[in-house]
């Protein structure tokens, strides 16, 4: 993969990141909440790789 379109996706990545981080303070949905979504998904795939 380029360097450039390496860096790219990290900054898409970063980027989506934030927004998402934006969106559900804008909507009130506490912070612990979305840690916790986010560690629940993570470990979902991560159990789905065991498979």
Same mark, same amino acid.
């Given at each position: ?6 860096? #790219?996706?990290?900054?898409? &990545?970063?980027?989506? +990141? ?9 909507? #009130? &949905?506490?912070?612990?909440? &979305? +840690?916790? &979504? +986010?560690? +629940?998904?993570?470990?979902?795939? #991560? ?5």
């Amino acid at each position: 993969m380029p360097l450039t379109s390496f860096l #790219g996706l990290i900054a898409f &990545v970063i980027c989506a +990141a934030g927004l998402t981080i934006l969106f559900a303070f804008s909507l #009130g &949905v506490p912070m612990s909440l &979305v +840690a916790f &979504v +986010a560690l +629940a998904g993570s470990l979902f795939l #991560g159990l789905r790789q065991w498979r």
